[in-house]
């Protein structure tokens, strides 16, 4: 693995285990990422799938190295190309893009936004932005108040500046299923605004992303939508941040969605071929299924330092509990980011029930200059002693005392190291936390893909509706 791998090390954690516990899981975990690897075969043989094995999404695996290889071949006709080329064109079009979806129809976009794009970036002016359009998330509650807001920002822009790019919105709407209430309701309520303040840009503006069959699928057909993009069959909601649902608003928010496929084919690469000691994916599901059987650890807390990747960290809740949460079985994932949870969540991590298993998911690199303490010559609050020193030295401090007070009190804690977030960092952790899940799952004996728990609440609220 090289400097810009994602590495994991679990050494603090592996303290409190038995000598050998991870080797004796060895062959199971051989087994279990076997299966997840014949899977891949069974879903692209299309023959039939035993009902064991239903759903069956296996289609993410491979589809990072698929998308690659039709890029080399196709180039210009590939589907990377046709997103870049999409991506540019809204970025052109309109300077807010509107992401509406529920789920895995949004939380990996907001996940690679938060972690790529500046906090403020939606404050900036557009050219401090790069040309780079202001980004909205919608249609991931039913939350009235706050979608009026952002529907009278967008009508005050477009009424402030209508004949120019900086009043024009986009809509990138995208479900599956094309059914998901929360999402379509949105969209009616959006493209009412796009249709009344554009009508002449509409069809270029809205640019829906669904399955081959629903109904965002026919309403697409019917309204002529100059681009709409497909989800593959075989690629499950929460496992398609590198199909169109993630690609397409990240190419629109310009990020380098070849460098994202690559990290993501390079993890898959490295699952397949990797031994067992060195392969971060069964390491992974190994010292939390180690923790989880022999200690009780049933809670997964995913500790990110730094604001940036609290995001991933949603993604990553929604990942394993949806995949694993079944049966009544599965660990508990939770998100932190500290250090502003260390002063809530932090005792309870130090001295509350020993359920939990604590990943420092660490940033790496930082990308700008750091900030460093002044120096003041009144020295009132005697911070002069600190004055020179940088922030992420101060954070190190902040990590570092924190794993020593962790581990002094027997509570076990692993470090997820990105060399920094960047696309190819991003797709490369994506790809190993998907693979991590599903290798669980096939350990454990649960299905991953599916999730029936959801639909029970789906039914309910569309029956209390009357909707037919
Ligand atoms: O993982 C899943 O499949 C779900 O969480 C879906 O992403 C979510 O329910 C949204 O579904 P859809 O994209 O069909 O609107």
């Keep these: 693995m090289s400097n810009e791998s994602l ?13 050998g516990r991870i080797g004796a899981l060895k062959d199971k975990l051989l087994s279990a990422a076997e299966e997840t690897l014949k899977d891949v075969d069974l879903w ?30 196709n180039r210009d006709k590939s589907l990377v190309a046709r997103l870049e080329t999409c991506g540019a064109r809204l970025r052109e079009a309109a300077d807010s893009i509107v992401v509406l979806g529920i789920g895995g129809s949004y939380m990996g976009m907001r996940a690679m936004f938060e972690g790529l794009r500046s906090p403020y970036h939606n404050e900036q002016c557009r050219k401090t932005r790069g040309g780079i359009p202001r980004l909205y998330f919608e249609g991931w509650n039913v939350d009235s108040d706050q979608q009026q807001v952002l529907l009278n920002l967008l009508e005050q822009r477009a009424d402030q500046h209508p004949d120019s790019i900086d009043g024009r919105t986009s809509v990138i709407v995208i479900s599956k299923s094309g059914g998901t209430l929360e999402a379509a309701v949105a969209f009616r309520t959006f493209r009412e ?69 690559q990290g993501a084919a390079d993890m898959t690469e490295h699952f397949r071929n990797a031994p067992f000691e060195e ?13 989880e059987m022999d200690l009780g650890m049933t809670t997964r807390v995913l500790s990110t330092w730094g604001s940036k990747l609290e995001a991933v960290g949603l993604w990553y809740d929604q990942l394993l509990s949806e995949s694993l949460g079944k049966h009544e079985r599965g660990a508990t994932p939770l998100t932190v980011v500290n250090t502003r949870d260390l002063h809530s969540r932090g005792q309870q991590h130090q001295e509350g029930r020993r359920d939990k298993l604590i990943t420092n998911l ?41 794993n020593k007070a962790y581990a002094d009190e027997q509570r076990p804690t692993t470090d997820l190291v ?16 998907m693979l991590a899940t599903v290798v669980e799952g096939r350990l454990v004996g649960t299905n991953p893909y599916g999730q029936p728990g959801v639909e029970a609440y789906k039914k309910n609220m569309q029956a209390n509706l009357g909707i037919k």
């Design 7 to 19: 590495k994991y090390v679990p050494d603090a954690a592996l303290k409190l285990l038995p000598a």
């Design 362 to 402: 660490l940033p790496g690199r930082p990308h700008k200059p750091p900030i460093t303490v002044p120096k003041h010559e009144l020295d009132q609050d005697q911070l002069n002693q600190l004055a020179g020193v940088t922030m992420p030295r101060i954070l190190q401090a902040a990590i570092d005392g924190t």
């Design 279 to 291: 392969n971060i994916v069964l390491q992974y599901v190994a010292v939390g299924h180690a923790f």
């Design 193 to 261: 605004l796009i249709e009344r303040k554009f009508p002449k840009l509409a069809k270029s503006l809205i640019v829906p992303v669904t399955g081959d069959a629903g109904r965002l699928r026919n309403l697409s057909n019917a309204a002529g939508y100059e681009d709409v993009f497909s989800i593959p069959d075989g690629i499950g909601g929460r496992f398609s941040i590198l199909t169109a649902v993630g690609l397409l608003p990240a190419a629109a928010n310009g990020m380098n969605i070849r460098a994202l496929l």
């Design 418 to 433: 990105m060399p920094s977030i960047t696309e190819h960092a991003l797709g490369q952790l994506f790809q190993m936390l």
């Design 44 to 73: 692209q043989s299309g023959g039939p799938i035993p009902a064991a094995k239903q759903p069956l999404d296996a289609g993410f695996i491979q589809w990072p190295e698929e998308l690659l290889a039709d890029l080399q071949i």
